[in-house]
T-cell receptor, first 113, second 115 residues
Framework: DQQVKQNSPSLSVQEGRISILNCDYT??????FLWYKKYPAEGPTFLIS???IKDKNEDGRFTVFLNKSAKHLSLHIVPSQPGDSAVYFC????????????WGAGTKLIIKP | DSGVTQTPKHLITATGQRVTLRCSPR?????VYWYQQSLDQGLQFLIH???????AKGNILERFSAQQFPDLHSELNLSSLELGDSALYFC??????????????FGPGTRLTVL
């Protein structure tokens, strides 16, 4: 039972354009969401997070949007840069489970020059 | 560099064997988390230790065990290994015990191959 789904295994975007990565979840009790980025041969690196009391959080070129009614969140990267090429993982957690992270399978983002 | 170290980087062993993976958290972090990532899958949470005590268990097999020592480093022991245990094993650390939403910092992982 996949509680967090990233339905696109890969995404290719032109440098300078907007990258939009999507994530869906099934557990309405999730109240905290995170995006991590992972380069080959390295561990995941925290990118940005959002609490369920918000619908948007922005950090530089990265913005996460949360649509609770649709149980959907997305990560926008504007403008996309070659260094953004990586695998992006969406993760979710809830206070009742001590914020144990449930992870999506990841989306490989490729930025084309 | 996240400040979390994991050894060894690669491990190749045979079915039925036992291995130990080691993790040193960032300086000052009290929590250690272990994750397993099989091919093209998301990370599966295995277990969480906080200041030497087990805090939460996820999808950890009975053949696997872990502990966190007084110096806060942690070891993940995998025994009676099977082919399906081949995966990347990540360790992460965080400042607190997960009561808040503190960031987890990941090590580079140990790639385990069971032949």
């Amino acid at each position: 039972d996949q509680q967090v789904k990233q339905n696109s295994p890969s995404l290719s975007v032109q440098e300078g354009r907007i990258s939009i990565l999507n994530c869906d979840y099934t557990n309405s009790m999730f109240d905290y969401f995170l995006w991590y980025k992972k380069y080959p041969a390295e561990g995941p690196t925290f990118l940005i997070s959002i609490s369920s009391i918000k619908d948007k959080n922005e950090d530089g070129r990265f913005t996460v949007f949360l649509n609770k009614s649709a149980k959907h969140l997305s990560l926008h990267i504007v403008p996309s840069q070659p260094g953004d090429s990586a695998v992006y993982f969406c993760a979710a957690s809830e206070m009742d489970s001590n914020y144990q992270l449930i992870w999506g399978a990841g989306t490989k983002l490729i930025i084309k020059p | 560099d996240s400040g979390v170290t994991q050894t060894p980087k690669h491990l190749i062993t045979a079915t039925g064997q036992r291995v130990t993976l080691r993790c040193s958290p960032r300086s000052g972090d009290l929590s250690v988390y272990w994750y397993q990532q099989s091919l093209d899958q998301g990370l599966q949470f295995l277990i969480h230790y906080y200041n030497g005590e087990e805090r939460a268990k996820g999808n950890i097999l009975e053949r696997f065990s872990a502990q966190q020592f007084p110096d806060l480093h942690s070891e993940l022991n995998l025994s009676s290994l099977e082919l399906g245990d081949s995966a990347l094993y990540f360790c992460a650390s965080s400042v607190t015990g997960g009561l808040g939403t503190d960031t987890q910092y990941f090590g580079p992982g140990t790639r385990l191959t069971v032949l």
